[in-house]
């Protein structure tokens, strides 16, 4: 098992508390146990917010839960996955350090709101962190009354922790087209913050252009099951719940993240969003920012999988910064300023460069990352000059 100095160290890194870091370490060595009980693994297609981090985008909000579609209905048996649990978390144990006592895993069957069978699954866990009292858990939520449209897809599990297996870890899980298509039914369906955040990120994303024609035939299935019609934004204006999203937008996502972005921004790049998927817009396509005089080392590439950096202040905050349109207050040469974060690139001579632009003057600028004594994500937001490459996809 991992030290808690390093938990503490990915905490410092990501800018958030240390049993959100935790949680997400043990989240991981769950899905590798999984992965390695073939009549668990071979039914269960891993969705949602978790599956967003740990199978696509790395500077993503942290989740907490993991949800699967459970595609036969044999292994929504409680008693079964009981003891199917019992020797994963006997596996994690011998292969992790990681604590699952036998006696807290717990499933449950009950009736969801469409009057079908659903399980919920609770487990207790001991980690690095070692608490005292009680122990933190974590949720599973299972369910087969969802329509798989597409095959899923097998991913690489994102967990950049040293005691990361050989062969990596992997899981069944929605393929693109299928998780973004399902996030926007979901917000459609019930307007929560986190569907809105994913929705958003989903269209953002430079690197993943998904097939418009099958995004809308997936959309339109799962509209069909689930009985609504396909949305609109008129029509996510006009709910009820629409006053209740930006009152609990703070409250259900500001411990996931660092800087928590303003409702209004996400909330007013639906309109671009919806124009995209009527194929009445097209999604804006950015020149990356130009190099400005250094010798740079083109092999050299931002690393998918995010780390602690060992640098004087959080790269990764600053990553998540430009995921999420937001600007940084950075401290150099003893001047603060709020910039626009772009890209980090290496120079032939081994330097870390922040490619920035000043956002008062929309100066383009360069910053060396071992001279940087202060970086922090706002909560200001900007409007992209240049393709944001600071975050890349998948493990």
Same mark, same amino acid.
């Given at each position: 098992? &991992?030290?808690?100095?390093?938990?503490?160290?990915?905490?410092?890194?990501?800018?958030?508390?240390?049993?959100?870091?935790?949680?997400?370490?043990?989240?991981?060595?769950l899905?590798a146990?999984?992965?390695?009980?073939? #009549? &668990?693994? =071979?039914?269960?297609?891993? =969705?949602?917010?978790?599956?967003?981090?740990?199978?696509?985008?790395?500077?993503?909000?942290?989740?907490?839960?993991?949800?699967?579609?459970?595609?036969?209905?044999?292994?929504?048996?409680?008693?079964?996955?009981?003891?199917?649990?019992?020797? &994963?978390?006997?596996?994690?144990?011998?292969?992790? $350090?990681?604590?699952? /006592?036998?006696?807290?895993?717990?499933?449950?069957?009950?009736?969801?709101?469409?009057g079908?069978?659903?399980?919920?699954?609770?487990?207790?866990?001991r980690?690095?962190?070692?608490?005292? $009292?009680?122990?933190?858990?974590?949720?599973?939520?299972?369910?087969?009354?969802?329509?798989l449209?597409?095959?899923?897809?097998?991913?690489?599990?994102?967990?950049?922790?040293?005691?990361?297996?050989?062969?990596?870890?992997?899981?069944?899980c929605?393929?693109?087209?299928?998780?973004?298509?399902?996030?926007?039914?979901?917000?459609?369906?019930?307007?929560?913050?986190?569907?809105?955040?994913?929705?958003?990120?989903?269209?953002?994303?430079?690197? +993943?252009?998904?097939?418009?024609?099958? +995004?809308?035939?997936?959309?339109?299935?799962?509209?069909?099951?689930?009985?609504i019609p396909?949305?609109?934004?008129?029509?996510?204006?006009?709910?009820?719940?629409?006053?209740?999203?930006?009152?609990?937008?703070?409250?259900?996502?500001?411990?996931?993240?660092?800087?928590?972005?303003?409702?209004? #921004?996400?909330?007013? #790049?639906?309109?671009?969003?919806? !124009?995209?998927l009527? $194929?009445?817009?097209? =999604? /804006?396509?950015?020149? =990356?920012?130009?190099?400005?005089?250094?010798?740079?080392?083109?092999?050299?590439?931002?690393? !998918?999988?995010?780390?602690?950096?060992?640098?004087?202040?959080s790269?990764?905050?600053?990553?998540? !910064?430009?995921?999420?349109?937001?600007?940084?207050?950075?401290?150099?040469?003893?001047?603060?300023?709020?910039?626009?974060?772009?890209?980090?690139?290496?120079?032939?001579d081994?330097?870390? +460069?922040?490619?920035?632009?000043?956002? $008062?003057?929309g100066?383009?600028?360069s910053?060396?990352?071992?001279?940087?004594?202060?970086?922090?994500?706002?909560?200001?937001?900007?409007?992209?000059?240049y393709? &944001?490459?600071?975050?890349?996809?998948?493990?």
């Amino acid at each position: 098992m &991992i030290s808690r100095q390093e938990v503490m160290s990915f905490s410092r890194e990501f800018g958030l508390v240390a049993n959100v870091i935790e949680k997400d370490f043990v989240l991981g060595w769950l899905l590798a146990g999984i992965e390695a009980y073939p #009549e &668990i693994n =071979k039914h269960f297609v891993f =969705k949602g917010g978790t599956c967003l981090k740990k199978c696509y985008f790395e500077t993503y909000r942290f989740s907490e839960d993991l949800d699967f579609t459970v595609v036969d209905t044999a292994y929504l048996d409680p008693l079964l996955l009981t003891k199917a649990f019992r020797e &994963i978390a006997s596996w994690i144990y011998e292969n992790s $350090g990681i604590e699952i /006592p036998a006696e807290m895993i717990r499933f449950d069957a009950y009736e969801n709101p469409r009057g079908m069978v659903s399980v919920q699954g609770k487990l207790a866990y001991r980690g690095p962190l070692q608490p005292r $009292g009680d122990l933190p858990r974590i949720k599973l939520d299972l369910t087969n009354d969802e329509v798989l449209v597409l095959p899923a897809i097998v991913q690489e599990i994102h967990h950049p922790y040293s005691d990361r297996p050989d062969n990596g870890i992997s899981a069944q899980c929605y393929c693109f087209e299928e998780v973004f298509a399902e996030k926007i039914r979901a917000l459609a369906e019930r307007e929560r913050p986190r569907d809105l955040y994913d929705v958003v990120n989903l269209y953002r994303h430079e690197d +993943l252009r998904p097939d418009l024609k099958i +995004l809308m035939e997936v959309l339109e299935e799962k509209c069909r099951f689930k009985g609504i019609p396909v949305p609109t934004l008129e029509m996510l204006e006009s709910k009820p719940e629409r006053r209740e999203l930006e009152a609990e937008w703070n409250n259900m996502l500001a411990h996931q993240l660092p800087a928590l972005p303003p409702f209004m #921004e996400f909330w007013k #790049e639906l309109s671009g969003i919806f !124009a995209w998927l009527q $194929g009445i817009g097209e =999604k /804006p396509v950015q020149e =990356k920012m130009p190099v400005m005089g250094q010798q740079i080392d083109t092999t050299w590439s931002i690393p !998918a999988q995010a780390q602690v950096w060992s640098a004087a202040i959080s790269l990764e905050v600053v990553r998540f !910064a430009g995921a999420n349109r937001l600007l940084v207050n950075l401290g150099y040469q003893n001047k603060h300023r709020l910039i626009e974060p772009y890209a980090l690139r290496k120079t032939k001579d081994g330097n870390i +460069l922040l490619y920035a632009v000043k956002h $008062g003057t929309g100066e383009p600028r360069s910053y060396r990352v071992d001279r940087i004594q202060s970086a922090e994500a706002t909560n200001q937001s900007f409007t992209p000059r240049y393709a &944001i490459e600071l975050n890349v996809t998948g493990p």
